[in-house]
């Protein structure tokens, strides 16, 4: 082996490897069959933390369960992402000079696949980068033309049952995109704005209705206005009309229990046809439903001409000042509102009135509700199926259709009357509906918005509608690993799809993780300059390069200076190369079920560490085993920690297959790393070289430690491998070897099974005895500051029989590892000279001072110490002790200062004791 650990040196041609063998694909066999399906990213898109700690998650339990035997398929593939994609492609025109409309859609619609060919696969690659053992020969993506058929015959199937129709509703309308988009597509933003107060005049009269708006360019298509049935101030107005400022219609005053008698003046505007509250209540009242906006929101000729062709927020204008000056303005308050913004163009949505295809939810909801109640669906952790049942209980038809070019056009043709005809092509609705051949039809413009195709991709990505093997083998899938924010996405909607298709659910279990934030629990975003890109922490990035990549394409620039200043100060030196095995050890060892996990970059050098302790422990074993005699004939010649080691190992591997079972991956990891650092590296490797290197083993004994070291190093390589499978498999091929374990790689190798039979009481007494004899010789020397290869006299007082035969039987071990000059046991009535005081049992270990420190060099170097933590803790007080500190600083700054004041406390205390056994020295 090379003497450092170099990740980069071993992981491409590891992966490389393994692809071309085939490792990934599902090995036929009588055991169970166990299947993920990776949630499709966006053929846009690049691996970001979320990806990266999701995909963590599905290989290890992927490759954990390969390893168990079972036919284990992961299944990948991408997501046309509809909007997303036609905006790529867009922008690329608009570089050009062009649009869309100058291509006309066949050539557009081509112009997007030649993208999707040359630019769509990035983050499969990345995916590599990240170790993923997804079976890469059935790679699938949303419009392959497999998973399209299937998608046509899901919507005419549902419209053919009546849960699909079309119908004239409210949406929420993209005026960028030209589009409708789901409730779960808006962006619900906090920002400042007006409260503008107008005057309605009443009919036939001087009296007046005051009304409040924060959209005052809509009151042009103002239907009515509402007072509550209650409200005694407006009772006897309720039926009578006012004139419509502007425009001069009569409009009714109404009463309804939507309207606040608290909010404003208790008289509220409506407008049924920009306004989703207001859209149900002229459905109760029969009110007429003006469009006011065009596809631009431009005003249109519903509108006063004066008003016609503006821009919304320019009619805006025009609306109050002209209202202003005919008297009508009675005042404008400034007012904190909810603004809904598009997900993917950030642009200010408007509610629209628009012909639109959508699903009837209702009737699939039920039974996926029962699915779920019935624990045919667990969620881990259990508490997301509240979210769902909340979601799913009051679900409202899905508007699936989207004014796009690129996706699944929706398979509706129409006649010159406006008759539509659901069929899966045209010559199948010209058949189906007895067309004659001279009627002309054109296919409806729309596409199907992406989570449609998404719902079926448990089912569609194994063939369905043909019946395959793998359909048969795969389906329903074991788990579904994804975050909390798609549940309503994604999850809910393939429960419904699943059932209402293959009468099954599409999982067995949904495993929900959390979200990956910062250090300080922010959420990652460009804006922020927080974002950590998963590469740059696998091949280390420079300084510049991370600061241009963090200030690139930021849409505020007056953030650019700033977080450029944080993004120096945070990384002086860029970010060092940390390789896979490290990232991916980090995000399993903060995969706590549920929450959101902190990203610090201290967390993943520390596991980095853990890389090179693994690698280096591996070049001890293989310096001492290689060319020798590594049998055991015998069990007797089993040292005390050979059995240990054993013992441990036994019980480590069933507490990882428990972890396993409850998705704990923070279990497993935390598990396999005290083992492997604490037990077999810090304690056994130490032990091993007594036998190894001392002179009072047998050659049996030699040979059976030898054994131990290479038995031990091959179980921890399968136990890690889940988690980290370059660095385990480097090692697994060359100690595979050494005891004869035959197979190609370690990811085809057996997962360790539980050994019960291996569990030793007796040595794990004997070990743990000698280990807490050696702990307590090192925290004297650690407390006294005595160098740790300075020899120490030792004595034992009140030393049992059984203290004194395990000290005989573990003497070289105790004089190697405690670096101990002399070991005398004292009657019980012998006087102990002036010794630092270390407890096993009832035993007292002594360590006498006389001759070992210098007295008052001690008592300085002490009190220097005392002194700088005094003043550590004096300015902590001052910090805490501010009120406007403790008011302003984010929570988790002041958490992180009370935190900093209880350790200083702790060490105080420390060091004062110290201080007093130096001083009560003779």
Known sequence: ??????????????????????????????????????????????????????????????????????????????????????????????????????????????????????????????????????????????????????????????????????????????????????????????????????????????????????????????????????????????????????????????????????????????????????????????????????????????????????????????????????????????????????????EVLEPYLTDQWYVRTEPLAKPAIEAVESGRIKFVPANWSNTYFEWMHNIQDWCISRQLWWGHRIPAWYDDSGNIYVAEDEAGARKKYALPDDLKLRQDDDVLDTWFSSALWPFSTLGWPEQTRELKRFYPTSVLVTGFDIIFFWVARMIMMGLRFMDDVPFREVYIHGLVRDADGQKMSKSKGNILDPIDLIDGIELESLVKKRTAGLMQSHMRGPIEKATRRQYPDGIPAHGTDALRFTFAALATTGRDIRFDLGRIQGYRDFCNKLWNAARFVFMNTEDKDCRVIDGADMADADRWILSRLASVTASVHEHFSNYRLDLVAQTLYDFTWHEFCDWYLELAKAVLQGDDASAQQQSATRHTLLNVLEHILRLLHPLMPFITEEIWQKAAPLIDVGGESVMLAPYPRTDREAEDSDAEAEMRWLMDFILGIRRIRGEMDIAPGRSLPVLLQHASEEDRARAERHRAAIDQLGRIASLEILANDAQAPQSATALLGGMKILVPMAGLIDKEAEEARLGRQLNKIITEIERAQAKLNNEAFVRNAPQEVVNQERRRLSEFERTQEGLNEQLARIRAMN
């Open 1 to 346: 082996m090379e003497k450092t650990y170099q990740p980069a040196e071993i992981e491409k041609q590891w992966y490389e490897h393994w692809e071309a063998r085939g490792f990934f694909a599902p090995r036929r066999s009588e055991s169970d069959p166990y299947c993920i399906m990776i949630p499709p990213p966006n053929v846009t898109g690049t691996l970001h933390m979320g990806h990266a700690f999701q995909d963590t998650i599905m290989d290890a339990l992927i490759r954990y369960r390969r390893m168990l035997g079972d036919e284990t398929l992961w299944q990948p593939g991408t997501d046309h992402a509809g909007i997303a994609t036609q905006m790529v492609v867009e922008r690329q025109l608009n570089s050009e000079g062009k649009t869309r409309h100058d291509l006309g859609r066949e050539k557009f619609v081509e112009r997007v696949w030649q993208w999707k060919e040359s630019s769509g696969g990035e983050i499969s690659q990345q995916l590599r980068r990240m170790g993923a053992s997804v079976d890469w020969a059935r790679e699938r993506f949303t419009m392959d033309e497999g998973l399209s058929a299937a998608v046509i015959k899901v919507f005419v199937s549902l419209y053919e049952d009546g849960l699909i129709y079309r119908g004239k509703r409210l949406v929420n309308w993209d005026p960028v995109l030209h589009t409708a988009l789901s409730d779960l597509e808006v962006l619900p933003t906090e920002e400042s704005g007006k409260l503008w107060h107008f005057r309605y005049p009443l009919e036939g009269g001087d009296a007046h209705l005051t009304v409040a708006t924060t959209r005052p360019e809509t009151m042009l298509g103002d239907s009515a206005v509402a007072v509550h049935p209650e409200d005694e101030r407006y009772a006897d107005l309720v039926g009578r009309y006012v004139l419509l400022p502007l425009v001069g219609r009569r409009i009714p005053v109404i009463a309804d229990e939507y309207v606040d008698q608290e909010f404003g003046t208790g008289c509220v505007k409506i407008t049924p046809a920009h306004d989703f509250n207001d859209y149900e209540i002229g459905k109760r009242h029969n009110l007429e439903i003006l469009n006011v906006l065009d596809r631009d929101a431009r005003m249109n000729d519903n509108v006063p001409e004066p008003y016609r062709g503006l821009d919304r927020f320019e009619a805006r204008s025009r609306v109050v000042a002209d209202l202003e000056a005919l008297g009508l303005l009675e005042k404008v308050a400034d007012h904190a509102l909810t603004v809904p913004r598009g997900d993917r163009s950030g």
